[in-house]
């Protein structure tokens, strides 16, 4: 990446490529995706909701049980091993992260065994991290990025931890009407609200800083959704942000952790293939218009209209989520198992699995390339020589 003009950035005392590869679960960014990111010089991250799908020694341990506190062990030996996988392969190169859900049950002890395991990072979004620098104080080397989407959500979570005299050392702002999976906004409707959009949150966060008596430098902003060319990284840039966080593109590289059909289906979605309803932990989602999710959305009004709560349509002993429509009988939001169908999806199945996708082409097209040529790509312009039978543009 020698030949490329655009700036590096520091995080902690790790100088870094300004690429930040997006967490994706379940299971779709784990120690291989991460890994080799952080191997070329930028930031790879662990998602780490529910990483024993890629154990089999864990999941056949796990196969029938119902004691939560069994699962929730082997969730963290999970972690464990991939995040110390992921640092092998960095070989002491980027940065290793890994993201955790405020809206998963268990998020303080993915955050306690990220630190411990050697994490470089915590990114965390899925509701406001308040407690994140109470939870990681004995780990004062680990660099903390909270997760937002506009300005409101910077300062609320700015002066929270002003009075815990502690910092971000990083804020990622993730634009809902671009990103996948989860979405940070409380209605679809919200979507599109212009509040989100990178140029006004970027000055409004800044203008933020200069009244909180914050220098600008001191806390590096990374806009996160829609980020497919090297064009758009430069653009953002020069806005003031030190980095940008992109997740689609990484997933269907070739060091992706997901099965290839998971690859192919969302590298060959088309606009109208993608589609934005609210998930059962009462967020919007963006996904793929698959079999299973078509049928559901055709059945949703009448699933909701007959909601209750019943713990016993959850995977059993797995409480994965704070809040879930399908558990906790929550009318107003989604009536499905998140858990079961992100797991389908992580093994390719098209007909029963739920795949999130960011609203954007992929730069590759439906071509699969390692994460070197999109990192070179999204760093310089520079396309690869595709193969004839891989250039396919959809």
């Not at 407690?131 to 609320?156: H, Q, W």
């Not at 979605?269 to 934005?276: G, Q, Y």
């Not at 059993?316 to 009318?331: E, F, H, M, S």
Request: glycine share 8%; hydrophobic share 45%.
């Amino acid at each position: 990446m020698s030949d490329s003009t655009l700036p590096l950035w520091k995080l902690k005392s790790r100088t870094l490529l300004p690429i930040v590869q997006g967490g994706m679960g379940v299971g779709i960014s784990a120690h291989r995706l991460a890994g080799n990111v952080a191997r070329h010089g930028a930031v790879g991250t662990i998602a780490s909701i529910d990483l024993r799908h890629h154990h089999p020694d864990l999941l056949e341990r796990a196969q029938g049980s119902t004691n939560r506190s069994m699962l929730d062990r082997f969730n963290l030996i999970a972690l464990d091993r991939e995040i110390r996988k992921a640092l092998q392969i960095a070989n002491n190169c980027g940065a290793i992260a890994v993201n955790v859900m405020k809206a998963v049950t268990e998020y303080a002890a993915y955050v306690r065994q990220s630190c411990e395991s050697g994490a470089h990072a915590i990114v965390m979004g899925a509701g406001l991290p308040l407690e994140l620098p109470d939870l990681t104080r004995d780990f004062p080397d680990v660099a903390l990025l909270p997760l937002l989407s506009d300005v409101r959500g910077v300062n609320i979570v700015l002066k929270k931890w002003l009075r815990k005299k502690r910092l971000p050392d990083a804020i990622v702002i993730e634009h809902p009407r671009y990103a996948g999976g989860h979405l940070g906004a409380t209605r679809p409707e919200e979507i599109d609200d212009p509040r989100f959009d990178f140029e006004p949150v970027l000055a409004g966060i800044f203008n933020l800083l200069r009244e909180l008596g914050i220098e600008r430098e001191r806390i590096p902003l990374i806009p996160a959704g829609g980020i497919n060319t090297h064009d758009k990284v430069r653009k953002l840039l020069a806005l003031g942000a030190a980095a940008v966080q992109i997740g689609t593109p990484f997933a269907v590289t070739e060091e992706g952790d997901a099965h290839p059909n998971f690859k192919k289906v969302l590298a060959e979605a088309k606009p109208e293939d993608l589609v934005t309803f609210m998930s059962v932990a009462g967020l919007p989602a963006r996904a793929v218009l698959t079999p299973w999710l078509r049928n559901y959305l055709k059945r949703e009004t009448a699933l909701q209209t007959h909601a209750k709560a019943d713990p016993r349509r959850c995977v059993p002993g797995l409480d994965c989520l704070t809040l879930c429509g399908l558990r906790d009988g929550i009318a107003a939001i989604g009536q499905f198992c998140i858990d079961t169908r992100l797991a389908f999806a992580l093994k390719g199945d098209f007909k029963k699995g739920l795949f999130f996708r960011g609203s954007e082409s992929v730069p590759f097209g439906a071509a699969i390339r390692p994460v070197a040529e999109l990192i070179d790509y999204l760093m310089t312009g520079r396309m690869p020589v595709l193969a004839a039978a891989d250039a396919a543009v959809v």
